[in-house]
Every structure is written in C-alpha cells, then in structure tokens.
C-alpha cells in the first residue's frame, strides 16, 4: 500500500487536480491530495500525500510559497495573465529602476482584491464561473502577506522575472496586475513557476515523466514524517505506544513543552504530538490501524 509524499514538478496545461488523479492510477491508490492549487499555465512544485500521508495536507496548506513570475508590462488582460483576452494596451516607458521603486508597497502585510477569474465562491458560484457568463461581482479586499518581492531578470522591453515569497491565499497574477496599475502602464502574468511550497522546493520534486517511467513509482515517495523534520523526536516505549494508538495521553515528564514527531520503538511513525506540562497528546496520528 503507497503511502507518502511526492513532490511534482508540474508541467503546463495540467490541472493540479490531473496529477493527482495520474498519481491515483499510478500507484493504485485511492487517497491523494495536493498542497497548494496551481493554474493550469504554472508549472514548479506540487506536493502531493499519498495514502495516509492525506493526512498531513491540512497542515502543508498552510505554509508560505515562493515563485518566480513572468510580469509583463503595458498588457491588461480579463485573467489578470496572458491566457486571457487583452482588455488594455499602453506604451511602456518604465524602466528596471522604475519597476524596483515601485515594489516597495507590495511588500509586507497588504491587502488584495481577488480576481474573478478564481475559485472562490459567490452565493454558491464559483466566480470564474460568473466571469464566463460576462458578470463581475464586488469582492472584499483579503489580506496576505508578501514575505520577499524582488525583480530578479529583464527577459524583454517590458518583462521582468519577479521573486515572490508569499502566504497562503496571494494571487500572484493578482500582484503582477497590480504592480502594472501603480506604473501606470498595466500589467499582467505571463509565466508562473513555483520554487517553494509547504517546505519542499524544486531540488526534491521529479517530473511526471519520471514517475511514469519509474520502474518502482512507490520508491520516490518520502515518509510522511519528512514534512514534519523540523520538529524533535520522541520514542516511545511499547506501553505508551499502546496509548497512543489508542488515542489516549501519555506521561512523558522528561519533555518539555513542544510538538513533536513520535515513533515506536520499532521506527515507525506514530503521530505528531503535541507535549504540555508533561503530558503527551495527539495532534494528528499516521499510523496504518
């Protein structure tokens, strides 16, 4: 039985939805989930949880992201990207410099407007659903943090490759559009590759193709407990893992306070823990019952 996580190096013209349901046939393996949508026109990394890895999804949602994006300047589209129909053109006379001085209020805690091409919900309605129809709604500005934001090539007259780490929830091709409203001149997205996300970044994703080929897919899972690193280890005992896997408390009075990665004495992973005052509880489990 698969169970762990895969990092997918998502090709263009995918839906995050199709690798996940490849990865389903793949590994004949009902349970997988990805942390992190990506537009069908981005490509980077998709962290996908196989099995009883699922479980973990909720927690690898919430992290922050990087991404490297293509914003072209003087182009207003109806999608905010270059997929779209072309609603503006103005001449472009902003330079790098120009461009750098005006990244500075994009930075930090900021406020965006979603667009309505996007799968937020409206009475019921996906909003890009009401796009398709010729309608637009009033939406309320949602705040999302832009961690780093910088311009880190000139691929053209008016593009620019931009260094974006984010929080959850920021529409970077939102940003790229906004950037273009504050030059004056427009803007609007026309690549998307995420570096970072959930904590994995390119160097530990493989492609589809690599797993397609892959004479044993299951060996390029990593452990579910490798999302969780970052946090000590604690063994337990057979009587204590008993408790555990029954879901009760357990007395671990030389921890301290803390989440932690809990194993059996066999190796196996158990759970994420949570220590307080002594006392050892269950924040997720992982273990196969």
Not at 45 to 52: A, C, D, S
Not at 61 to 67: L, R
Not at 207 to 232: K, N
Not at 241 to 258: F, I, T, W, Y
């Amino acid at each position: 039985m698969a169970n762990g996580i895969i990092v997918i190096d998502k090709p263009a013209g995918w839906t995050s939805m199709d690798v996940c349901a490849k990865i389903r046939g793949v590994l004949h393996e009902r349970r997988v989930g990805h942390a992190g949508t990506l537009d069908p026109m981005a490509t980077g990394v998709l962290p996908v949880f196989v099995g009883r890895a699922t479980r973990a999804v909720e927690f690898a949602a919430e992290g922050g992201k990087e991404y490297v994006a293509g914003l072209r300047l003087g182009v207003v589209t109806n999608t905010q990207d270059t997929s779209g129909t072309v609603l503006e053109e103005k001449p472009v006379s902003v330079d790098r410099a120009a461009l750098e001085a005006a990244l500075a209020p994009f930075r930090g805690d900021i406020l965006q407007i979603p667009p309505m091409y996007s799968a937020i919900k409206r009475d019921g309605k996906k909003l890009y659903e009401l796009a398709r129809k010729g309608q637009e709604v009033e939406r309320e500005p949602r705040p999302v943090t832009i961690y780093g934001l910088e311009v880190v090539d000139q691929t053209g007259p008016a593009d620019y490759l931009l260094r974006v780490q984010c929080s959850k929830g920021t529409y970077v091709r939102t940003l790229c559009h906004d950037i273009g409203q504050a030059l004056g001149c427009g803007g609007c997205m026309y690549s998307l590759r995420r570096t970072e996300a959930a904590g994995f970044s390119l160097d530990q994703a493989v492609t589809l193709d690599a797993l397609l080929s892959a004479e044993d897919p299951q060996s390029l899972l990593l452990p579910v407990d490798a999302y969780f690193a970052g946090r000590p280890i604690l063994i337990l005992k057979a009587g204590p893992e008993k408790k555990v896997r029954n879901g009760a408390a357990v007395s671990v009075p030389q921890a301290a306070d803390g989440q932690y990665r809990v194993y059996g004495e066999s190796g196996a992973f158990l759970a994420l823990g949570q220590v307080s005052g002594g006392l050892l509880t269950t924040i997720k489990s992982f273990f196969e019952v």
